[in-house]
C-alpha cells in the first residue's frame, strides 16, 4: 500500500467524501435509435414551437454572448405565477439540488432523504460531506414514510431533500403532509422536487409565501421534453433566492436552453395533450400487466414499477436487445424493474414485446 492509503501511483488524493463515494454511472450512450422507457422522459418529444423559436431567435451574434436571462426570467415568471425574484433558473433539476446544498449544507450536517429515491439527492449531499440519513418508503406498498420522516426530523436536520411524486416508486404525498413536515423542519431547507408534478397535479408552488423553509423544483427534461437542454428551475422566497444566487455560478444555464424554456411554456395545449395521453397510457399498461399476472405498483407519475422477481435483469437484457429499454431496479426493490410511459401505441409495444418473453 503506498502513503495515500491504495491510490494507484500518480493518483492525487481526493476529499474523503469523495473517496467515499459509490460509484454512480447511468448509461449515457446508445440510446437514441431504441424506445426508451428507461428515464422518464417525454417519449415523443418537445413541443414543436420550441424549435421554430430557437430557428427564429437564434443569431450567431449572439452565440459570442454570455447568457442574459431577463426575458426567460419573465416568462417563467408569469408561467409560474411566481415573481422574477422568486426562483432561480438552473442547469436541470440537479444543478437545484446543488445550489441548495451548497447554500445550506456543510461538513458533516445531517440530511435527510428517503429510499429508494432519485439518486442525486445523496449524490450531492455526499460530494458535499453531509451525513445522509435516509427513510425507507414502506415495505411492501412502497407508500411515503410520513410518521417515520416526521420522527427523524430533530433540530438537527439542515435539509430534507423529497420527491413528490417520488422516482422511482410513483408514490406521491399530500400538501397537508408536506405542511405538516415543513412545519416539523423549520429550521432545515425542505427541497420538494416537483419533476413529475404535471402527471399528478399536486403542487406546494403556491405555499411560497407562506414556509421560509420551502424550496420547490421544477424541470424542462420531463414532460416538456427537453432533457437535452438542461434547464430546471428552483423557486422559493426572494430573501432565499438571493442566497441561492450567492452560492450559484452566473452563467450556468446556457442561452439556447433558456431561449428553449421561453418556447415551451407558450404551448401549454401541447403539454396538456401529452399528458392526457400518458394519462390514458397508464391505465393501458395496468390492465396489460394484470393480463399477464404482473404485480406493479400504481403510480403517480410518467412511470410504473413492475415486479420480475428472478429475472428483472435478463428481462431488462432482452427487451433491449429487442430494442425497448427499460431500467433495472432491483437493486434497491427486489425484482423490480421500471417501465417509463409514453403513448399509449409504445406501451402496447412494450406489452407485447413483454409477453414473448415473459
Ligand atoms: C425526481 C427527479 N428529479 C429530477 C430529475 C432530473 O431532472 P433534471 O433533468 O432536471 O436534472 C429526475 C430524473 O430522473 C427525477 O426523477
Aim: hydrophobic fraction near 40%; charge should be negative.
Amino acid at each position: 500500500m503506498d502513503k495515500h492509503g491504495g491510490l494507484p501511483p500518480g493518483v492525487l488524493e481526493p476529499r474523503q467524501a469523495v473517496l467515499r463515494m459509490a460509484p454512480y454511472s447511468p448509461p449515457t450512450g446508445g440510446r437514441a435509435d431504441k424506445l426508451r422507457l428507461d428515464f422518464n422522459e417525454n417519449t415523443v418529444g418537445a413541443s414543436p414551437r420550441v424549435i421554430e423559436f430557437l430557428k427564429a431567435n437564434l443569431t450567431e451574434a449572439q452565440l459570442t454572448v454570455y447568457p442574459e436571462y431577463t426575458e426567460a426570467k419573465r416568462d417563467l415568471a408569469a408561467h409560474f405565477k411566481v415573481d422574477a425574484e422568486d426562483f432561480i433558473l438552473t442547469n436541470g433539476t440537479d444543478e437545484a439540488i446543488q445550489v441548495l446544498i451548497n447554500t445550506y449544507v456543510d461538513d458533516n450536517d445531517e440530511v435527510i432523504t428517503l429510499a429508494p429515491s432519485y439518486a442525486m439527492y445523496r449524490f450531492y449531499a455526499e460530494v458535499a460531506g453531509a451525513r445522509v440519513r435516509e427513510i425507507p418508503y414502506r415495505p411492501g406498498t412502497l407508500a411515503f414514510p410520513f410518521d417515520e420522516l416526521m420522527a427523524a426530523i430533530t433540530p438537527e436536520t439542515r435539509a430534507v431533500l423529497i420527491a413528490n411524486p417520488n422516482n422511482p416508486t410513483g408514490s406521491g404525498t399530500s400538501r397537508v403532509n408536506l405542511e405538516q413536515i415543513l412545519e416539523k423542519a423549520s429550521d432545515a431547507a425542505v427541497l420538494v422536487d416537483e419533476a413529475y408534478y404535471e402527471f399528478c397535479g399536486v403542487t406546494l408552488l403556491p405555499l411560497l409565501n407562506d414556509y421560509p423553509n420551502l424550496f420547490v423544483s421544477r424541470t424542462f427534461s420531463k414532460v416538456y421534453g427537453m432533457a437535452a437542454m438542461r434547464v430546471g428551475c428552483l423557486f422559493s422566497q426572494s430573501g432565499n433566492v438571493e442566497f441561492l444566487h450567492k452560492a450559484q455560478s452566473p452563467y450556468s444555464v446556457n442561452m439556447v436552453g433558456a431561449l428553449a424554456a421561453r418556447a415551451a411554456v407558450q404551448d401549454g395545449e401541447y403539454i396538456y395533450k401529452y399528458v392526457t395521453e400518458v394519462l390514458a397510457a397508464r391505465e393501458l399498461l395496468y390492465v396489460g400487466l394484470e393480463e399477464l399476472n404482473i404485480d406493479y405498483y400504481p403510480s403517480q407519475a410518467n412511470f410504473v414499477l413492475f415486479q420480475a422477481g428472478e429475472r428483472a435483469i435478463p428481462i431488462r437484457d432482452e427487451l433491449r436487445r429487442r430494442g425497448v429499454l427499460v431500467r433495472d431496479r432491483s437493486y434497491e426493490i427486489a425484482g423490480c424493474v421500471r417501465v417509463t410511459v409514453g403513448t399509449r401505441e409504445q406501451v402496447r409495444r412494450f406489452l407485447a414485446e413483454l409477453k414473448e418473453i415473459w
